[in-house]
């Protein structure tokens, strides 16, 4: 079983920053697949979106409409996945989730992400 739980969203101004993480527990191999997808408010939960991928090994992918402006990055030491946002924009705000790929889907309880004036 694998347990995924997001910190460090928050209200912030347009322009802003936000640094995200997610503390992965259980047993699953450390090449596994991570990422972070994100839920948009009057989206259902099946329509999240892909933000960014991070493969063991370094390779990393991004959505076009964040690619510049976030970073994801992961420590494999800690079991940990974090999302650097820079320059944050209103149609940023959603709802933040984790996402490891072991055999089947396993996904966060979400990070809520504000990006208002």
């Known amino acids: 079983q694998v347990h995924l739980v997001e910190s460090g969203g928050g209200t912030v101004q347009p322009g802003g920053s936000l640094k995200l993480s997610c503390a992965a527990s259980g047993s699953f191999p450390i090449s596994s697949f991570m990422a972070w997808y994100r839920q948009a408010p009057g989206k259902q939960y099946e329509q999240r979106e892909w933000v960014a991928s991070a493969i063991y090994g370094g390779s990393t992918s991004y959505a076009d409409s964040v690619k510049g402006r976030f970073t994801i990055s992961r420590d494999d030491a800690q079991n940990t996945l974090y999302l650097q946002m820079d320059n944050l924009k209103p149609d940023d705000t959603a709802v933040y989730y984790c996402?490891?790929?072991?055999?089947?889907?396993?996904w966060g309880q979400g990070t809520q992400v504000t990006v208002s004036s």
């Open positions: 996402n490891l790929l072991w055999h089947k889907d396993y």
